[in-house]
């Protein structure tokens, strides 16, 4: 935004005349912020100074609202991560939410807040929230994921120490899965989850330490590594399918698979996202 001082009066007509000057700079038809100083009589006339703290209060001001409308924090995305799971919990007194998700309840009530004026949420006729479009707010929380949440909870990358097939290493993840704690995810926990893709990588996500799983897959640190460690982020992040085995949540792994976008996994996202999402979305 430019701002710009000039002197200017009021003509017999009542209207604002500009200096030539500036309307050379200007295109027909295009909008203005005008501030307006009028010097009183009885003041002094508004100094330089005054008005530069004006404007420049007021491009701040439009600053922040671009900010605002442009930054989902991880924060943020961990609250979106909540309603996409479990969209009815927007009918639940707000403590509730504040409680599952581990958010302060006012810097809550300001998230949603935002999240209405963004257009992902409607308010309710006799108060509280819901979703408005649900496939929305689910491809910007997928956006998100891979811009700022994976990162800040991406651990490290593995790869084998001694010669092994992936195949033999999923069988022993499956089996450390229950004893350590931790959730299959990316392309092995999309491959239980529906009997369509061969794997070819995993992502684990982890609670605590890590060192014991390490130790149990032989695995050493590699940029390009096949397995990698992410770190939990909440108790919500176990999916639900009717298996007795320790798969992360659909959001997750469709999300994961969408990183390394080609049409084999770009097919087992869709039937992640007909089988075990979509039908989590409330008639809106």
């Known amino acids: 935004m430019k701002a710009y001082e000039f002197p200017a009066q009021v003509n017999a007509e009542g ?3 500009l200096p030539d000057t500036l309307l050379h700079q200007l295109q027909q038809n295009q909008q203005l912020k005008v501030i307006i100083v009028v010097n009183e009589p009885s003041q002094d006339e508004v100094s330089n100074e005054a008005w530069l703290s004006l404007a420049a209060e007021s491009i701040k001001g439009d600053q922040d609202d671009a900010a605002y409308t ?20 927007l009918t639940f007194p707000l403590l509730e939410l ?36 649900y496939i929305k707010l689910f491809e910007r929380w997928e956006i998100g994921y891979v811009e700022s949440l994976r990162p800040k909870l991406l651990l490290e990358t593995f790869t084998y120490t001694e010669e092994t097939k992936f195949s033999e290493a999923a069988m022993k993840i499956i089996e450390l899965a229950n004893k350590k704690n931790f959730l299959i995810g990316g392309e092995l926990g999309a491959s239980l989850a529906i009997p369509y893709l061969v794997p070819q990588r995993a992502t684990l996500h982890v609670v605590d330490n890590y060192d014991s799983i390490i130790d149990k897959l032989k695995l050493k640190p590699s940029p390009r590594g096949e ?57 809106e």
């Not at 989902?72 to 909540?82: A, G």
């Not at 599952?100 to 509280?128: D, F, H, M, S, W």
């Open 15 to 17: 209207k604002i005349e």
């Open 70 to 89: 442009s930054q989902i924090t991880p924060t943020v995305l961990k609250v979106i991560y909540i309603l996409l799971k479990t969209p009815e919990i």
């Open 98 to 133: 504040a409680n599952t998700t581990g958010v302060a309840l006012e810097t809550l009530k300001k998230i949603l807040e935002n999240l209405y004026k963004l257009g992902y949420l409607y308010r309710q006729p006799r108060g509280g929230y819901r979703i408005a479009n």
């Open 227 to 283: 397995i990698s460690f992410l770190k939990q982020f909440d108790n919500f992040n176990h999916g639900s399918y009717n298996q007795d085995l320790y798969i992360a949540d659909p959001l997750l792994i469709h999300a994961e698979l969408m990183i390394d976008s080609n049409d084999r996994l770009e097919e087992t996202a869709k039937r992640i996202f007909t089988k075990y999402i979509i039908s989590r979305q409330q008639d």
